[in-house]
């Protein structure tokens, strides 16, 4: 079976881009692949942050969220959002936050990610994070800290120290905010 034309995707090779949930990637490569009798054309994402490779079917583009690097302009979304006092968290329950927070984090919105942030942030200020709540915080940080200091052309740090600012401390002895551990010397 031969391929038929080729699907457009609106990424070209060696460009950024966000793919849901799991941070910025290069578009590596495209691809074309047989999989049972059926002709597949892919992109080859490498997310930067930890070096996963995903392959995602063109014509899906769309529909798995992938979309452009955010513009300064969004930026300024997310910080409005920041600067927005959160919701109280609808539910006590962690189980149902924690969907909830998954939710908004799977919709690829860097406005959403930004939500469930600052209330994890806001929460820090009023209380010790449970082990969940961090892990999620440390993934949210990662994927929104990323993101800004390559679309503002800004170091993580600067941009972590930005959003820092944003919030009051930390309750206890919990580390401020931070998308990756500090290097050692």
Request: glycine share 6%; aromatic share 6%.
């Amino acid at each position: 079976m031969g391929y038929s034309e080729e699907i457009h995707v609106p990424f070209g090779l060696g460009e950024l881009a966000v793919y849901p949930a799991h941070g910025v990637g290069l578009i590596e490569s495209r691809e074309y692949r047989t999989v049972g009798s059926r002709d597949y054309d892919f992109l080859i994402l490498r997310i930067l942050e930890n070096g996963l490779k995903i392959m995602i079917p063109a014509q899906n583009v769309r529909e798995v969220g992938l979309r452009p690097l955010m513009d300064q302009s969004e930026v300024k979304k997310v910080f409005k959002v920041f600067q927005t006092p959160p919701r109280t968290p609808e539910s006590a329950n962690w189980n149902r936050r924690h969907r909830e927070y998954m939710e908004k984090i799977k919709t690829g919105s860097p406005c959403d990610v930004a939500e469930v942030m600052g209330e994890l942030l806001v929460m820090r200020g009023e209380k010790e994070l449970s082990f969940g709540e961090r892990k999620l915080l440390d993934m949210v940080t990662m994927l929104l800290v990323k993101e800004m200091a390559l679309a503002l052309n800004r170091t993580e740090d600067e941009v972590e120290a930005a959003i820092a600012a944003c919030f009051p401390p930390p309750k206890s002895s919990a580390a401020p905010v931070k998308a990756r551990p500090a290097k050692s010397h």
